[in-house]
């Protein structure tokens, strides 16, 4: 299934993101952004018989920001982040999935208004520690997303050519393979990859790696992708097109993709969403 993330509806709350894209077509939604509201998982849940809901890292919005890090240092970002989480993983059951994901994590705590663009330089964790801290982590929140019937995806990093310069190092965990396999080798049978093409094609530029090798090393533990282009020096989430590099080298046998293009009217979104699913050769049911 195609999957349309609410991800580009920051203004309004996902409830109602997610009425404007089922009034269009759309019965297949990621929730992964929009404004707190009190009463969210009860709006959503009286939409489960129009739709379909996948709940993605920063989902639900929590009333006072924060950057999710399961690597941080900081007892409280740590402990944030598991709460999130699991709260996160309980919603997934509330609304009849039984998949969530959420983004590796960083070798510092970036600030809110810092993701997505460039990261001030600041003292890293030691890689190993940090990679050793998220493991653990990861595998808490496994042993309760099992108990709750639910699979977990890690998402692979971003890694701009900004953010690469800034640091001359790379802050940030799972842009690679190596680092991926390693941590899928660290971890249960219940958690997988979820591959942004997207970041791949950034993280690939900036550290000089073949994104397909990525794809084809990673393979057997990628359960779903996200869709989105760009110029390659940052992640965008521009439209997808019919030469967009990375059709051949997908996975059709998943039933978990999800466009993340922002900037587009719901309409423009059912055309993306038709362009994926003429290039998949498959249907929406």
Not at 13 to 31: H, R, T, W, Y
Not at 63 to 89: D, M, R, T, W, Y
Not at 90 to 108: I, N, P, Q, V
Not at 213 to 236: M, V
Request: glycine content about 4%; proline content about 3%.
């Amino acid at each position: 299934m195609i999957y349309i993330s609410t991800g580009g509806f920051h203004k309004i709350d996902a409830f109602q993101a997610s009425k404007e894209l089922i009034d269009v077509g759309c019965n297949f939604i990621e929730l992964s952004a929009g404004k707190y509201s009190e009463s969210l998982l009860v709006d959503l849940k009286s939409l489960t018989s129009s739709a379909r809901f996948k709940v993605h890292n920063y989902f639900p919005p929590p009333k006072l920001s924060f950057v999710l890090n399961l690597a941080s240092l900081n007892s409280g970002v740590a402990n944030a982040s598991l709460e999130h989480i699991k709260k996160a993983i309980r919603w997934t059951t509330e609304l009849g999935d039984s998949t969530y994901s959420f983004h590796a994590g960083f070798l510092m705590d970036p600030k809110v208004e810092e993701l997505g663009r460039k990261v001030k330089p600041r003292v890293l964790s030691n890689r190993r520690e940090a990679l050793s801290r998220f493991i653990e982590r990861v595998n808490q929140i496994d042993d309760f997303a099992q108990i709750h019937g639910v699979k977990i995806l890690i998402e692979n990093n971003v890694l701009s050519a900004n953010n690469f310069h800034n640091f001359n190092s790379n802050p940030f965990l799972m842009t690679d393979a190596d680092e991926c396999i390693y941590v899928m080798n660290q971890t249960s049978s219940n958690v997988k990859l979820l591959v942004d093409v997207a970041h791949l094609k950034v993280s690939a530029s900036s550290l000089g790696f073949d994104p397909i090798i990525f794809l084809t090393s990673c393979g057997k533990w990628i359960e779903a992708y996200h869709l989105s282009d760009n110029d390659g020096t940052r992640d965008s989430n521009e439209s997808i097109s019919q030469d967009s590099w990375f059709w051949p080298y997908l996975r059709r046998d998943l039933n978990y993709y999800s466009l993340e293009v922002y900037g587009l009217s719901p309409k423009e979104l059912i055309l993306q969403r038709d362009l994926a699913l003429s290039n998949l050769d498959m249907k929406n049911e």
